[in-house]
C-alpha cells in the first residue's frame, strides 16, 4: 500500500486555487448543483456547438469522489439536451500512443454514445451526440487549428447522417497564443485559454481578464474559487496529481528498459557479426564499454 502524506495534501495557501484541468476538478466545476455551474455547463457547451443549447440535463454517470482508489476512474460529464441530443465531455491530460490512438478511441466513445441514445427511440431518428474532449496534448500535428469537429463524409465531402460528432478544443495550440487580450479571442479560445492557463497562478492576471469578459467562464471561476476553501478538494486534486505521476514515471521507466534491452540486442548481432570493436560498436549504439566489453565474452564463451 502506498504512503502518502496526508499533511501537505491540502490547499499550499490561502489564495491558491484548484487546477480546473484535473480531472475531478474539471467535472466538479459543471456539476455543482449551484446556478453558476449550471451557467458554466450550459454556456460551454453552446459555446462548443456554436449555438444555444436548452433544456439542458446532467445525466447519470458516474459515483461521487469518495476514496483515493476512485481517483483512477474515468471522470466525463454526461448531459442530454434539445428533447434528444446528448454529449460526453472530459478533459484528457495525456496522449500515449503506446497504449492507443486517441482518435480511434474517440469514434468508439462516441459511436457508443449514439447506440445508447437510439435504444431511447422506436425508430431511426436518433438525436445527435457528441464527444467533446478538452486535451491537454496536441490532438492533431498537422492540424493547425486549436478547435477541431469530426464528422462523417463521404469523399467528395457529403454528409452521411450528421449523428456522430467528435469534437477537441486542442489546449496545447490555445497556448500558442497567451497573452493575446480577451476582446481579440473567440468564445471558444475564451473557453480553452481559461483551462489552459488557470491553474498557473503566473497568469492569474491575465486569466482575471478573461473571467471578466465572459459569463460563463465568469460562472465556472465563482464555482472554482469556492471549491478551493474545501480542503477535502485539494486532497483529491494532489492524490490524483501523484497518481498521473507514478504512472508518466512508469512509462517513462518502462520506455527506458525497453531501449535499454534494444540496445544490448544490437551489440549482441554486431559482435556476433564481427562488424567493429567493441569501442567502435559501444560508441555506435551508445551502451558503456564495460557492457559491450560483456557481452563480448559472453559470446565468446559460448
Not at 500500500?1 to 496526508?6: A, I, K, L, S, T
Not at 441514445?117 to 431518428?125: I, L, T, Y
Not at 498537422?142 to 477537441?168: C, E
Not at 485539494?234 to 540496445?263: P, V
Amino acid at each position: 500500500m502506498q504512503n502518502y502524506d496526508y499533511e501537505n495534501m491540502g490547499r499550499p495557501s490561502p489564495t491558491a486555487l484548484l487546477n480546473p484541468m484535473c480531472d475531478p476538478i474539471f467535472k466538479a466545476i459543471f456539476t455543482q448543483n449551484t446556478k453558476e455551474s449550471a451557467l458554466a455547463l450550459n454556456d460551454f457547451i453552446s459555446t462548443m456547438l456554436g449555438r444555444k443549447v436548452v433544456n439542458l440535463q446532467l445525466a447519470p454517470n458516474e459515483p461521487a469522489v469518495e476514496t483515493l482508489s476512485q481517483m483512477q476512474m474515468r471522470f466525463d460529464v454526461s448531459v442530454t439536451f434539445d428533447d434528444g441530443e446528448c454529449a460526453d465531455i472530459e478533459c484528457q491530460c495525456r496522449k500515449n500512443e503506446s497504449e492507443y490512438d486517441y482518435s480511434v478511441r474517440s469514434e468508439v466513445q462516441v459511436a457508443r454514445l449514439l447506440n445508447n441514445n437510439a435504444k431511447r427511440g422506436s425508430n431511426w431518428n436518433s438525436g445527435k451526440v457528441y464527444q467533446i474532449t478538452v486535451a491537454n496534448f496536441e490532438f492533431e500535428k498537422d492540424d493547425k487549428s486549436a478547435f477541431a469537429w469530426y464528422t462523417m463524409r463521404s469523399d467528395s465531402g457529403h454528409r452521411l447522417g450528421n449523428r456522430l460528432n467528435v469534437i477537441v478544443l486542442d489546449l496545447v495550440k490555445i497556448k500558442e497564443n497567451i497573452g493575446t487580450p480577451a476582446e481579440k479571442l473567440t468564445d471558444r479560445e475564451k473557453w480553452g485559454m481559461y483551462f489552459a492557463c488557470a491553474g498557473d497562478e503566473k497568469h492569474r492576471d491575465y486569466i482575471n481578464e478573461i473571467v471578466q469578459s465572459e459569463e460563463g467562464i465568469m460562472a465556472a471561476e465563482t464555482v472554482r474559487k469556492y471549491m478551493s476553501e474545501e480542503e477535502a478538494n485539494w486532497f483529491r486534486q494532489n492524490s490524483y496529481d501523484i497518481g498521473l505521476r507514478d504512472y508518466n514515471s512508469g512509462l517513462e521507466n518502462a520506455e527506458k528498459r525497453g531501449m535499454q534491452q534494444k540496445a544490448i540486442e544490437d551489440a549482441k548481432n554486431l559482435l556476433k557479426m564481427k562488424l567493429g570493436t567493441p569501442e567502435q560498436i559501444a560508441q555506435a549504439i551508445g551502451l558503456p564499454l564495460d557492457k559491450v566489453q560483456e557481452l563480448a565474452a559472453e559470446i565468446t564463451d559460448k
